[in-house]
């Protein structure tokens, strides 16, 4: 056709002039009610938290105030060497909680694999782990700081029963990825229980062992930085004093300061993984 | 009508991928680029609505020089140049339909876009075009459930959507096995006899290129080495092409010259 | 391997023998010299277990009338956590669009975007918690935007990661039909990340239950609260009651987010 494009093909039939893109919803009154529940659920809860123009207005305020207050950091030798003692409180808290935190996970990760124990065991060893992960670092440190007092031995604490939620849960989920094959030809020399788990499982995961304890101490620096908010030792009690004396300036160095160490420890943790795998 | 001319790309690198090629592409005509690989043949094609930036010469559609263009111009020129893929370059998780009408995303605001408030023109338009290129039908499929022939018919119902001037196609058929391309290579021709635009294609099959094109520009090395009629592209000339002899020297000789078996390099450019 | 001695047959040479004697001797060492440097009296130290085996006779059985009135408190660290996580989501669209390096403008916006990812992630939430209550003062308001803040890094770099990943053919194609340049997003980009998008904000849900519990400890809401409240009145009973009711949306929020991640996929 000389003339034209469609119209050869627009006599033949009429096409709809609209289109509706199928929804994932189950039909439009279902989406229309899921977005509608939605703009609810966040104006309700606006209203709860008594968000108003004046207290953003405030707010705003306040943040600018908070700023300046906290710009230049305070970094005199005296503010240096209280961040110094603090952090060498966390770092320790962190290296020596890893270390025991890692003794007492291995055995709870055997307890947690699927293809290593029976059936009881199993479901024993799972719930330990489930619970270690719900429960955050902080909660634990302030049951620990109930049970011995402030300090950073309560920290230790926490963070060794937050350990198997990470160490025994990953640990764990290798195991059950083990040669099969290898194990059975250990048992079949007639090596006894403990045996097979030296000779047979331990050389196939010993290097994810050890790049998951490097992790996990990556992990540990991070939370013994901030642990001492409830009174369980490191820097965070400095941190937290800090802000209680509105000194605002020692506050951003405090904050700096966590930031340049978590960083460091993850560089170092990273580089090491590295090595060992 | 599309003129190009003097056309060059040098990348950073220093390799130089085209040098002083001048075409011109007009009325209903079908244009075949053959050469072999790494002559310049996408480069060429990718430059025209500059998704590769040319350095040297210009580009002219239709009066209006493409080169010099930035922003809402060049929206402008690429909405009136439809591009065809060699990898179909469907949107995969969007559905057959917005897929096809994201050819008119050029007209379209933003927020319309964002919306699916497409031109109920447009919708008419996108639905009779599918069922053009036979796909009727399957409009609320999802373009990853659907096979390689039929994903470069809704590449092909895309481009026209846009309403183009004029069709660019980067190997649209390398993808597919003989019979699917023959059909897409049908299609082109048909989209073009009825939309009065010309095609310009670049291919890899010599064939294909011989059995469609009207005219055939062969590249090598970025530089124009033939131009004329399928009928005129003798042995001569494909040695020209591919094994870059001067012209009117004998195939033996070429044979000779680079030790390469004559099937070995039929099998390569599908003599 | 070289081995000398057929009859004295060792399982590793004798250098990556002694690697791994050292390691394993400076590990205790560095261990040693940590645990010095916390000061820890021995006898607290040894008497821990007891104390914490006390603590726990003292909290059992758990106050079952006491979990009426947590209920709310409960509620609210749920919703801090979708509220924090939706407002998580929609600030870290800009600064994963930047942080990635095919969608980023230049070299500085690039830098800006990882720099927001690296300060965002490396602050834990109870500091976040620590200066919004400063600047908004005590309640959940405080706790949202502390949540906000410290998923933005997280949720960033994983959409940054997912938009360096896409194919850029089909981004390529959209811009060759002329769409403008928001347009070119909106169908060419976001089609792609969107099944990592709603991924990642169920995954960061998840986190934020857990961290929701905490940021109460400094008074951005939620049942840490509660929580520190309960403590100071060395109601044990009550704690023990918070301390499973924690255990049950944790656990909840997992399972849910689990089978949310599932489905779309």
């Given at each position: 056709m000389a003339d034209g494009s469609t119209g050869e093909y627009a006599s033949e039939e009429s096409f709809p002039s609209t289109w509706e893109r199928p929804t994932v919803f189950y039909n439009d009154a279902v989406k229309w009610l899921v977005y509608g529940l939605l703009v609810a659920f966040v104006l309700w809860s606006a209203w709860e938290m008594r968000v108003s123009a004046d207290r953003i207005l405030a707010g705003t305020e306040g943040g600018i105030g908070l700023v300046t207050a906290m710009?230049?950091?305070?970094?005199t030798p005296d503010a240096r060497m209280r961040i110094w003692n603090g952090m060498v409180e966390s770092v320790s808290m962190a290296i020596v909680a890893t270390i025991i935190g890692v003794v007492l996970s291995t055995p709870i990760a055997v307890l947690a694999a699927e293809n290593l124990v029976p059936r009881p065991v199993y479901v024993v060893g799972r719930a330990i782990v489930s619970i270690s992960r719900a429960l955050h670092e902080l909660v634990l440190g302030i049951i620990a700081v109930i049970a011995v007092?402030?300090?950073?031995l309560a920290g230790v604490i926490a963070l060794v029963f937050a350990t198997p939620g990470f160490f025994s849960k990953l640990l764990a989920e290798d195991l059950e990825d083990i040669d099969a094959g290898q194990v059975d030809a250990i048992r079949a020399t007639g090596a006894n229980q403990l045996q097979v788990l030296l000779y047979g499982v331990a050389p196939q995961v010993l290097p994810r062992f050890i790049g998951l304890a490097i992790y996990r101490w990556d992990i540990n620096i991070r939370a013994s930085a901030i642990i001492?908010?409830?009174?369980?030792?490191?820097i965070g009690q400095t941190l937290l004093n800090s802000f209680d004396q509105y000194d605002y300036g020692f506050s951003s160095a405090i904050i700096l300061s966590i930031i340049a160490v978590v960083l460091l420890g993850e560089v170092a943790s990273a580089w090491w993984r590295r090595r060992v795998q | 009508m599309l003129s190009v001319s003097e056309l060059g790309k040098t990348y950073p690198?220093?390799?130089?991928?085209?040098?002083?090629v001048s075409m011109e592409v007009a009325g209903k005509e079908i244009v075949s680029i053959i050469g072999p690989s790494g002559a310049g043949k996408s480069t060429m094609i990718r430059c025209i609505n500059r998704l590769t930036e040319p350095t040297e010469g210009s580009i002219v559609l239709d009066g209006r020089d493409v080169t010099g263009l930035s922003g809402k111009e060049l929206q402008t020129a690429r909405r009136e140049m439809g591009m065809i893929f060699q990898e179909f370059?469907?949107?995969?998780?969007?559905t057959v339909m917005e897929n096809v009408l994201s050819g008119t995303l050029g007209y379209l605001s933003t927020w319309n876009a964002f919306r699916r408030n497409y031109q109920g023109e447009d919708v008419e338009r996108a639905y009779e075009v599918l069922d053009r290129v036979g796909m009727?039908?399957?409009?609320?499929?999802?373009?990853?459930?659907?096979?390689g022939g039929q994903r470069q018919r809704v590449g092909i119902a895309r481009a026209v959507l846009q309403r183009p001037k004029i069709i660019l196609a980067d190997?649209?058929?390398?993808?597919?096995?003989p019979e699917t391309s023959r059909a897409v290579m049908d299609l082109l021709t048909e989209i073009s006899r009825d939309e009065d635009i010309p095609v310009l294609i670049n291919i890899h099959e010599v064939e294909l290129a011989r059995e469609y094109a009207e005219r055939i520009v062969g590249l090598r090395e970025g530089e124009v080495v033939f131009e004329g009629p399928?009928?005129?592209?003798?042995s001569d000339a494909r040695n020209v092409i591919?094994?870059?002899?001067?012209?009117?020297?004998?195939t033996v000789v070429a044979q000779e010259k680079t030790g390469v078996s004559i099937s070995e390099v039929d099998k390569e450019t599908s003599f | 391997m070289a081995v000398e001695n057929p009859r004295s047959w060792r399982k590793y040479d004798l250098r990556t023998r002694l690697v791994r004697y050292l390691a394993v001797l400076l590990t205790l060492v560095v261990g040693a010299v940590s645990w010095q440097a916390l000061n820890i009296h021995y006898q607290f130290a040894l008497t821990a277990p007891w104390a914490l085996a006390d603590l726990f006779g003292r909290m059992?059985?758990?106050?079952?009338?006491y979990s009426t009135e947590i209920a709310g408190p409960l509620v609210e660290t749920i919703n801090i956590a979708i509220l924090g996580t939706g407002l998580a989501i929609i600030m870290s669209l800009p600064v994963a669009y930047i942080g990635a390096e095919n969608t980023t403008f230049n070299r500085y916006t690039y830098v800006l975007g990882k720099l927001i990812i690296v300060v965002s992630r490396s602050v834990n939430v109870i500091v976040w918690a620590l200066i919004f209550v400063v600047v908004f003062g005590a309640g959940a308001l405080s706790g949202v935007l502390a949540v906000a803040f410290r998923s933005i890094g997280f949720c960033a770099k994983l959409l940054a990661e997912g938009i360096e990943e896409i194919d850029p053919g089909q981004v390529e194609a959209i811009r060759a039909t002329g769409a403008p340049g928001p347009s070119v997003l909106v169908y060419g980009v976001v089609p792609q990340i969107k099944p990592l998008l709603i991924g990642i904000t169920t995954y960061r849900w998840d986190i934020n239950v857990r961290e929701a519990t905490i940021?109460?400890?400094?008074?951005?809401?939620?049942?840490g609260v509660q929580l520190q409240t309960q403590v100071n009145f060395l109601d044990w009973r009550a704690v023990f009651t918070i301390l499973i009711a924690i255990l049950g949306i944790v656990l909840f929020s997992e399972v849910l987010s689990a089978y949310l991640r599932k489905k779309v996929t």
């Amino acid at each position: 056709m000389a003339d034209g494009s469609t119209g050869e093909y627009a006599s033949e039939e009429s096409f709809p002039s609209t289109w509706e893109r199928p929804t994932v919803f189950y039909n439009d009154a279902v989406k229309w009610l899921v977005y509608g529940l939605l703009v609810a659920f966040v104006l309700w809860s606006a209203w709860e938290m008594r968000v108003s123009a004046d207290r953003i207005l405030a707010g705003t305020e306040g943040g600018i105030g908070l700023v300046t207050a906290m710009v230049p950091p305070d970094f005199t030798p005296d503010a240096r060497m209280r961040i110094w003692n603090g952090m060498v409180e966390s770092v320790s808290m962190a290296i020596v909680a890893t270390i025991i935190g890692v003794v007492l996970s291995t055995p709870i990760a055997v307890l947690a694999a699927e293809n290593l124990v029976p059936r009881p065991v199993y479901v024993v060893g799972r719930a330990i782990v489930s619970i270690s992960r719900a429960l955050h670092e902080l909660v634990l440190g302030i049951i620990a700081v109930i049970a011995v007092g402030f300090g950073p031995l309560a920290g230790v604490i926490a963070l060794v029963f937050a350990t198997p939620g990470f160490f025994s849960k990953l640990l764990a989920e290798d195991l059950e990825d083990i040669d099969a094959g290898q194990v059975d030809a250990i048992r079949a020399t007639g090596a006894n229980q403990l045996q097979v788990l030296l000779y047979g499982v331990a050389p196939q995961v010993l290097p994810r062992f050890i790049g998951l304890a490097i992790y996990r101490w990556d992990i540990n620096i991070r939370a013994s930085a901030i642990i001492g908010i409830v009174g369980a030792g490191g820097i965070g009690q400095t941190l937290l004093n800090s802000f209680d004396q509105y000194d605002y300036g020692f506050s951003s160095a405090i904050i700096l300061s966590i930031i340049a160490v978590v960083l460091l420890g993850e560089v170092a943790s990273a580089w090491w993984r590295r090595r060992v795998q | 009508m599309l003129s190009v001319s003097e056309l060059g790309k040098t990348y950073p690198s220093g390799e130089r991928a085209l040098h002083d090629v001048s075409m011109e592409v007009a009325g209903k005509e079908i244009v075949s680029i053959i050469g072999p690989s790494g002559a310049g043949k996408s480069t060429m094609i990718r430059c025209i609505n500059r998704l590769t930036e040319p350095t040297e010469g210009s580009i002219v559609l239709d009066g209006r020089d493409v080169t010099g263009l930035s922003g809402k111009e060049l929206q402008t020129a690429r909405r009136e140049m439809g591009m065809i893929f060699q990898e179909f370059n469907l949107v995969e998780r969007l559905t057959v339909m917005e897929n096809v009408l994201s050819g008119t995303l050029g007209y379209l605001s933003t927020w319309n876009a964002f919306r699916r408030n497409y031109q109920g023109e447009d919708v008419e338009r996108a639905y009779e075009v599918l069922d053009r290129v036979g796909m009727a039908g399957r409009e609320n499929a999802r373009a990853d459930e659907l096979s390689g022939g039929q994903r470069q018919r809704v590449g092909i119902a895309r481009a026209v959507l846009q309403r183009p001037k004029i069709i660019l196609a980067d190997e649209p058929t390398s993808a597919l096995d003989p019979e699917t391309s023959r059909a897409v290579m049908d299609l082109l021709t048909e989209i073009s006899r009825d939309e009065d635009i010309p095609v310009l294609i670049n291919i890899h099959e010599v064939e294909l290129a011989r059995e469609y094109a009207e005219r055939i520009v062969g590249l090598r090395e970025g530089e124009v080495v033939f131009e004329g009629p399928p009928e005129e592209l003798d042995s001569d000339a494909r040695n020209v092409i591919y094994r870059g002899a001067e012209p009117a020297s004998p195939t033996v000789v070429a044979q000779e010259k680079t030790g390469v078996s004559i099937s070995e390099v039929d099998k390569e450019t599908s003599f | 391997m070289a081995v000398e001695n057929p009859r004295s047959w060792r399982k590793y040479d004798l250098r990556t023998r002694l690697v791994r004697y050292l390691a394993v001797l400076l590990t205790l060492v560095v261990g040693a010299v940590s645990w010095q440097a916390l000061n820890i009296h021995y006898q607290f130290a040894l008497t821990a277990p007891w104390a914490l085996a006390d603590l726990f006779g003292r909290m059992y059985p758990p106050d079952v009338g006491y979990s009426t009135e947590i209920a709310g408190p409960l509620v609210e660290t749920i919703n801090i956590a979708i509220l924090g996580t939706g407002l998580a989501i929609i600030m870290s669209l800009p600064v994963a669009y930047i942080g990635a390096e095919n969608t980023t403008f230049n070299r500085y916006t690039y830098v800006l975007g990882k720099l927001i990812i690296v300060v965002s992630r490396s602050v834990n939430v109870i500091v976040w918690a620590l200066i919004f209550v400063v600047v908004f003062g005590a309640g959940a308001l405080s706790g949202v935007l502390a949540v906000a803040f410290r998923s933005i890094g997280f949720c960033a770099k994983l959409l940054a990661e997912g938009i360096e990943e896409i194919d850029p053919g089909q981004v390529e194609a959209i811009r060759a039909t002329g769409a403008p340049g928001p347009s070119v997003l909106v169908y060419g980009v976001v089609p792609q990340i969107k099944p990592l998008l709603i991924g990642i904000t169920t995954y960061r849900w998840d986190i934020n239950v857990r961290e929701a519990t905490i940021i109460g400890f400094v008074g951005a809401g939620g049942i840490g609260v509660q929580l520190q409240t309960q403590v100071n009145f060395l109601d044990w009973r009550a704690v023990f009651t918070i301390l499973i009711a924690i255990l049950g949306i944790v656990l909840f929020s997992e399972v849910l987010s689990a089978y949310l991640r599932k489905k779309v996929t």
